[in-house]
């Protein structure tokens, strides 16, 4: 169990230091020459490739959930206990807080570098590209990260693929962010948000109830899916 928390813990952190690092690098205010087109498709493109990877290299220790949602998503689907869900949990939500440490430490040595610029949280209203509302940010990410979470359920199950599964959950985030950018910034995974939010504090935190909540609903609902489609039979 040991081994499968550090991997949650160590695979949580790296999502949130290189996804979230390449959002704050290409987008907004800090975007260094980035067209908001260009910086969708690269954030996109780093969470998918991130997670890919992660997949392929912790997948065989603990599952790389690296998300509270997927694991939710397993929980209700028995494929991991009780137990291993609560450690998972807590390794995630304390990874996502150290990867924005990192990045934070990292940034703030630039004189460039502000709290306006964030650490790649998300955010509705005023802090959504398309000014959202709270209730269509909340039935995005629910959406969004049913979709993602429902894939994962079966690709990792007895009749899923046993070769590419890491590279099609990576694809699926990659789609998954290139919707949702533009809407809230995607979360998809409450650690994910909540890192940032945390250090941010501001707008970021007093939204973030909304990124952990509707991820985990949408988590919920991707294993109820699952098991009224039979996916595994």
């Known amino acids: ?47 998918g490739l991130v997670l890919a990877g992660l997949a392929y290299g912790l997948g065989p220790i603990s599952g790389c959930h690296v998300n509270p949602a997927v694991t939710l998503g397993a929980l209700l689907a028995g494929r991991i206990s009780l137990n291993d869900a609560l450690g998972y949990w807590v390794a995630q939500f304390a990874g996502g807080i150290a990867g924005a440490g990192l990045l934070d430490a990292i940034f703030r040595s630039s ?16 802090a959504s590209m398309i ?13 969004l990260t049913a979709i ?7 690709v990792t199950g007895k009749n899923g693929p046993t070769a590419v599964p ?21 979360s998809a995974n ?26 985990l609903v949408g988590g919920a609902l991707a294993a109820l899916t699952h098991r009224l489609l039979k996916a595994d039979a």
């Not at 952190?13 to 907004?28: H, Y």
């Not at 000014?131 to 959406?143: D, N, P």
Request: hydrophobic share 60%; aromatic share 12%; charged share 5%.
């Open 131 to 143: 000014h959202i509302s709270a209730t269509g940010a909340f039935l995005t990410e629910v959406i």
């Open 148 to 154: 993602f979470v429902f894939v994962i359920l079966v």
């Open 111 to 126: 004189p460039d570098w502000t709290k306006a610029i964030g650490l790649g949280a998300d955010g509705f209203g005023s």
């Open 190 to 215: 409450p650690a994910r948000s909540f890192g940032p939010a945390l250090l941010l504090g501001g707008t970021a935190l007093h939204q973030v109830w909304l990124f952990i909540v509707a991820p």
């Open 1 to 47: 169990m040991f081994r499968k928390i550090s991997a949650e813990f160590i695979g949580t952190a790296i999502l949130v230091f290189i996804a979230c690092g390449v959002a704050v690098l290409t987008l907004g205010s800090w975007h260094s020459g980035f067209g908001v087109g260009a910086g969708i498709i690269a954030t996109s493109l780093a969470f």
């Open 166 to 186: 890491g590279l099609i959950i990576g694809l699926t985030l990659t789609v998954v962010h290139l919707f949702g950018i533009a809407v809230t910034g995607t």
